[in-house]
């Protein structure tokens, strides 16, 4: 069974950082590309980032880029988002995401999500 | 960047009705195109892949269509369980976008 579990969200003053981890379980990580989307509290779906299956490639919404990081640790089967210089506008469920296959990016599978709060 | 535009933003229906849902893009999407189902606190579910394909595990009561820049989510008769946030979601063009969502709510 595919899990996908979120951890590392919680309140942050406005320019702290946050680092978000999904540990993923029940595939085989290292063939499957990742994503990050949020969802700020009564709102709809942003994409944020993605980490191809080999971790060699990534992208970045202009709204995070320069600040935000993402990667992914084959051994331990996790994937990150380091978060830099929080704005209040940050504030939103985080969520990791599986590409359906390979780098395929519709997402078949995803976590709880975490809730990040960008807030003083 | 591509925006989705989905239509209507408030579909009301009541179970049993069929409803249509509709996705359209401001450039083609060819058929790069997925459907999701979001229910109140949890997270989204993949319904329909490259614009046509049900996911696994999804109803036959729910199909997609449409290629280019315009695309149809269907659900042929509405269950209770299918009354959600729906939205759509391209994969054609970096950033990946999704669509504002379409309420479906018991009439």
């Known amino acids: 069974e595919v899990q996908l579990l979120e951890s590392g969200g919680g309140l942050v003053q406005p320019g702290g950082s946050l680092r978000l981890s999904c540990a993923a379980s029940?595939?085989?990580?290292?063939?499957?590309?990742m994503s990050w989307v949020r969802q700020a509290p009564g709102k709809g779906l942003e994409w944020v980032s993605f980490?191809?299956?080999?971790?060699?490639?990534?992208y970045y919404a202009d709204s995070v880029k320069g600040r935000f990081t993402i990667s992914r640790d084959t051994s331990e089967n996790t994937l990150f988002l380091q978060m830099n210089s929080l704005r209040a506008e940050d504030t939103a469920i985080y969520y990791c995401?599986?590409?359906?296959?390979?780098?395929?990016?519709?997402?078949?599978?995803w976590g709880q999500g975490t809730l990040v709060t960008v807030s003083s | 960047e591509i925006v989705l535009t989905q239509s209507p933003a408030t579909l009301s229906l009541s179970p049993g009705e069929r409803a249509t849902l509709s996705c359209r893009a401001s450039?083609?999407?060819?058929?790069?195109l997925a459907w999701y189902q979001q229910k109140p606190g949890q997270a989204p579910r993949l319904l329909i892949y490259?614009?046509?394909n049900r996911a696994t595990g999804i109803p036959a009561r729910f199909s997609g269509s449409g290629s280019g820049t315009d695309f149809t989510l269907t659900i042929s008769s509405l269950d209770p369980e299918d009354f959600a946030v729906y939205y759509c979601?391209?994969?054609?063009?970096?950033?990946?976008?999704f669509g504002g969502g379409t309420t479906l709510e018991i009439k």
């Open positions: 979601q391209q994969r054609s063009n970096w950033p990946l976008t």
């Open positions: 450039q083609s999407v060819s058929s790069y």
């Open positions: 490259a614009a046509s």
């Open positions: 995401a599986k590409a359906r296959s390979g780098n395929d990016n519709q997402f078949d599978y």
């Open positions: 980490i191809g299956y080999s971790g060699g490639t990534t």
């Open positions: 029940g595939f085989t990580f290292t063939t499957y590309a």
